[in-house]
């Protein structure tokens, strides 16, 4: 039996496909313009990943993401804070916290021993503490998201930064540009102060461990450290690609979903 999960979300769409439990592909695009046709092309990767020329071929797709409810081939959709415990918890049973980082979002997902969530919080709708954020920092630092997070670990001494809004924390970058702070110490403070507004999320909810990050900002090796050193806790390594972890439970959810209508049907 074939599922597909995919997750469009506001940076990138995101496709994986299942058979039998095991996870055959995972495409990862960046978004365009039209929810339904960054869809398409994030499954037409997955598909050609995985061998498959026809969508026939799969018995059920759910969607996910802020436009989940226009993935064209998708039977059902679901919730995106749904689909990262999901997804989390069958990469990490041992997992209980999820902190999905995507482009527009952040969210502390506390979920149950069976992947159930039990509770969750959601940015506002401020950018600080999201992927547009880093977005923001690289762009006035002239260096890329992987600078910030590699860079990060060799920041000696980083800077006390204030703002957490994006607008105030570039010009708070500048002016340490200006005043000829290390690069790396510039970066290192802001995964520090992104870890700050992470961090006082994750106690809301109230952090029970393991905790992993999902989403594209979990490829951040400054910002898991500064929350390890944050939270004093290890933010666990997830064994798969984390940004697909919202699409990895949709396709879970979806095998789910056939299984339980192949044992109504046996019954
Ligand atoms: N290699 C990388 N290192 C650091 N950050 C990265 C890397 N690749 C992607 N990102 C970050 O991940 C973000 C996208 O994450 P993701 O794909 O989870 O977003 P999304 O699901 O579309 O967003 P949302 O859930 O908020 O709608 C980008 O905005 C970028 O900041
Ligand atoms: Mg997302």
Redesign the pocket.
């Known amino acids: 039996m074939i599922t597909g999960g995919c997750?469009v979300?506001?940076?990138?769409g995101?496709a994986v496909i299942m058979e039998n439990g095991i996870v055959l592909a995972g495409h990862?695009i960046p978004?365009g313009q039209k929810p339904g046709e960054t869809a398409q092309e994030a499954m037409n990767g997955a598909m050609e990943k995985a061998g498959i020329s026809s969508i026939d071929e799969f018995s059920y797709i759910v969607g996910t993401?802020?436009g989940r409810s226009k993935v064209p081939f998708a039977q059902e959709n679901m919730s995106?804070i749904t689909c990262h415990a999901r997804g989390a918890h069958w990469l990490n049973p041992a997992v209980r916290t999820v902190v999905?980082?995507?482009?527009?979002?952040c969210k502390v997902i506390s979920l149950n021993d069976t992947g159930k969530v039990i509770e969750f919080i959601m940015n506002d709708k401020c950018a600080a503490g999201?992927?547009?954020f880093?977005?923001a920092m690289a762009r006035v630092l002239h260096c890329s998201?992987?600078d910030?997070?590699s860079l990060s670990n060799q920041g000696k001494n980083p800077p006390e930064m204030s703002n957490q809004c994006v607008v105030f924390a570039e010009s708070e970058v500048v002016t340490l540009i200006s005043d000829e702070a290390e690069l790396n110490d510039i970066i290192a403070a802001i995964n520090i102060s992104v870890s700050g507004r992470v961090s006082s999320m994750v106690r809301r909810v109230g952090l029970i461990e393991e905790l992993a990050l999902t989403?594209?900002?979990s490829?951040?090796k400054g910002l898991a450290k500064a929350l390890t050193e944050r939270l004093e806790v290890t933010v666990k390594k997830l064994p798969q690609d984390p940004?697909i972890a919202?699409a990895l439970g949709a396709a879970l959810i979806a095998e789910a979903k056939m299984l339980k209508q192949s044992e109504r049907e046996i019954a």
């Not at 979300?9 to 990138?12: D, L």
């Not at 999905?100 to 979002?105: L, T």
């Open positions: 997750d979300g506001s940076a990138t995101k990862v978004s993401g802020y995106e999905d980082i995507g482009g527009q979002d999201t992927g547009r880093f977005e998201l992987e910030i997070s989403g594209g900002c490829k951040n940004q919202g």
